[in-house]
């Protein structure tokens, strides 16, 4: 008795409990035989090697894991087939029902089914030529994910944009309703983009020289100077600076810029040719001196290729 009173004493003195254990229970994973040690935590059941139930998963866990597993491998097998453009073996229900059973939250469900969605659309778009059946597809496909097409063009405007080229290379224009252009009879517009007319200023800069001479004043050593100083402009280059803002008005028989301070029509009857940038585009016609160019939407953007897509159609179409 007297000893162990004494242990018990110095078991307190130093702060060791007799029954702690120095290190956690493990064991072997029954799937990759690898040491699992036990988590405090019953719910992390998962073994750090192999990603599997491990041996402290009860068989209740072990069912759910196995059940959310299958559940996630039928949901990503619906998004690839999609995204190849193969029709999924699911209804909208069940591809619904399999993210959930696999434990996806909602974000993660748009995100990925948006981004199933957005390759199919560009493996649509390798041509630049979307066709009726595609089209219908990109629509049909984003309706079974219980998304609407019309939000990835939102989401990212540099696909719309591409979205609306291919449309228009296919020969699809659509026409718009309450333009701002007042439209001649039988006329229709496709396209009112905000945009700017620019034009080239010319920079100078003014260049001067001395002439002139000097004499002395008596002996003084001091000398007085006559001349002066003569110079002229020099043209040092060019740069492109905004001339008016408003919109462009593409319709099925001209292209109309509506500025705050100028108005420009070019019929397609006198276009002669169209040059193209990524953010702007510039009318050739016949008899005219000044090609007039426009600045469209951001710098990187497709909209210089869009209006000109548009354009071209407009000319085949009149």
């Not at 990759?32 to 988590?39: A, L, S």
């Not at 291919?166 to 001649?184: F, H």
């Not at 740069?239 to 420009?264: C, H, N, P, W, Y």
Request: with cysteine.
């Amino acid at each position: 008795m007297r000893t162990g009173t004494a242990t018990a004493a110095s078991s307190q003195e130093t702060g060791i409990l007799p029954t702690m254990s120095l290190f956690r229970e493990s064991a072997p994973c029954p799937h990759c035989g690898k040491k699992v040690h036990k988590h405090h935590d019953p719910q992390r059941i998962l073994c750090p090697q192999c990603g599997q139930p491990g041996p402290y998963a009860t068989p209740e866990q072990v069912t759910r894991w196995t059940e959310a597993r299958e559940a996630s491998c039928r949901y990503q097998e619906a998004l690839a087939a999609l995204a190849r453009g193969q029709a999924p073996q699911m209804t909208r229900e069940e591809i619904a029902a399999a993210a959930a059973a696999a434990g996806y939250g909602p974000q993660d469900v748009q995100r990925m089914n948006r981004d199933a969605i957005k390759r199919f659309v560009l493996q649509a778009l390798s041509d630049d030529y979307l066709t009726e059946q595609e089209e219908a597809g990109i629509v049909h496909n984003a309706a079974l994910l219980g998304e609407d097409h019309r939000a990835l063009a939102l989401e990212d405007p540099d696909l719309g944009q591409r979205l609306v080229i291919a449309q228009v290379n296919a020969g699809r224009l659509q026409p718009i309703a309450s333009p701002q252009l007042i439209c001649k009879r039988g006329e229709v517009v496709y396209l009112e983009w905000p945009a700017q007319l620019l034009k080239t200023v010319v920079k100078r800069e003014f260049r001067a020289g001395y002439s002139g001479f000097s004499f002395p004043i008596g002996k003084t050593g001091i000398r007085y100077r006559v001349g002066g100083a003569r110079g002229h402009s020099v043209v040092v280059g060019t740069e492109v600076a905004v001339d008016d803002s408003g919109i462009l008005s593409i319709s099925s028989q001209r292209t109309v810029f509506i500025g705050g301070a100028k108005t420009m029509e070019m019929p397609y009857s006198k276009l002669v040719n169209l040059s193209v940038f990524s953010d702007g585009v510039q009318f050739h016609q016949a008899n005219r001196v000044n090609a007039p160019l426009f600045r469209l939407g951001i710098p990187g953007s497709h909209s210089g290729e869009l209006v000109a897509a548009l354009v071209q159609a407009a000319v085949q179409q009149a």
